[in-house]
């Protein structure tokens, strides 16, 4: 059997050409966040280094504005923007998605790219720190950390609350007699 990688054979040749083909294709990529702008894209510096031929490392140039993903759904979202220094994955669009970007709508390619690092989306955070503010979901339980938490609009809630160790519905008052009063009424 011939070794593709030792010789001048057709089929080492015809490798070479495929190898050369598929490096220009980009896939996807862990990244470093460098900018984040209010129009919801970023800036980003791919994580991996190419190698040229002597397999020397060679750094990419930052990925300049690319949009970034959220969780959402119709009008309902988790808005959790990225921050410069946030880690995370960039996925490249088969083809040209600077139209659909900037009209943020159904658009033709803009051009006969394929498979760019231009066409970048980041989609989600890796290689993170834990957080310190979060939302955690596990089971049934909703966990809240946060040094402030806002709430606009009305809070309903089915079952009692425990504010600082203090039963909502169950706790009670002095009135100036010493005795105290009744639980809150539903």
Known sequence: MMNPNKGNS?????????????????????????????????????MVDMLDNQGKAVEHSPIIGIPYARLQGGDYGLIVEPKAGDRGLVVFA?????????????AKPASLRKHSMSDGMYIASLLYEEPKTFIKIT????????????????????????????????HTHLYD?????TPPQK
């Open 10 to 46: 057709s089929l080492n040749t015809l490798v070479g050409i495929i190898d050369n083909a598929l490096s220009s294709v980009s896939t996807a990529m862990p990244v470093t966040v460098l900018q984040v702008y209010e129009n919801h894209t970023l800036d980003a510096m791919p």
């Open 94 to 106: 088969s083809r040209d998605i600077s139209d659909v970007v900037q009209s943020k709508g159904k």
């Open 139 to 170: 089971g049934d339980t909703v966990e809240i950390q946060a040094d402030n938490i806002k709430v606009k609009g009305n809070v309903t809630i089915d079952k009692d609350a425990t504010i600082s160790g203090i039963s909502f519905l169950g």
């Open 177 to 181: 007699g010493g005795k105290k009063t």
